[in-house]
């Protein structure tokens, strides 16, 4: 059976970055044991200590301490690609999250919303307001920092200059409208 050459091309440029394609977050995930959730977390969270869990949510501060940087993070629910939702009113609760390697706090300024992969590591109690809070402590592995781009949905661009397949009807025939 003879394929003409553009057919094998065409077939390979709509295959090949199908194999290239990766799951980012699959080391995150890759355990095969069920994910943890917050609740869980909030509920019991000395039963968890050492075991991975994935969080998310907006900085709410950072400080830098003797043992490393100090986050401060509002719990937000994750979408499927494991960024942030930005529905604040689902939240359930607070986590704070300690990077013991160096990290400038300047560079999660309050408002940022993130990503947080860690082990569990009990609790620590800090004042909230006129109360003292309980909050889950995760000592952080993998940090990501969700930009306002990231949010933004794909968009296809036209070309710079125009091409044989690229005019006002979209077709590989355009010039041909002109004449």
Not at 82 to 104: I, W
Not at 132 to 149: G, Q
Request: a negative charge; charged letters at 20%; hydrophobic letters at 35%.
């Amino acid at each position: 059976m003879n394929i003409p050459r553009h057919v094998g091309i065409a077939f390979l440029l709509l295959i090949l970055p199908a194999c290239a394609l990766t799951d980012e977050h699959a080391d995150t995930l890759s355990s095969g044991a069920p994910q943890i959730s917050y609740s869980q977390v909030k509920a019991e969270p000395e039963s968890y200590n050492g075991q991975p869990v994935t969080f998310g949510g907006k900085v709410l501060a950072a400080r830098r301490l003797k043992e490393g940087t100090r986050i401060e993070i509002l719990q937000l629910p994750l979408t499927s690609s494991l960024q942030p939702t930005r529905e604040l009113s689902k939240s359930e609760g607070r986590f704070v999250a300690l990077q013991k390697e160096f990290l400038d706090p300047a560079t999660v300024p309050p408002g940022t919303f993130l990503t947080v992969t860690g082990e569990m590591a009990g609790t620590i109690v800090l004042p909230l307001d006129e109360t003292e809070y309980t909050y889950p402590l995760i000592h952080i592995t993998n940090l990501r920092v969700w930009t306002e781009d990231d949010e933004e949905a794909p968009r296809i661009r036209r070309p710079i200059s125009p091409g044989p397949y690229w005019g006002p009807y979209w077709s590989p025939y355009w010039p041909y409208y002109w004449w």
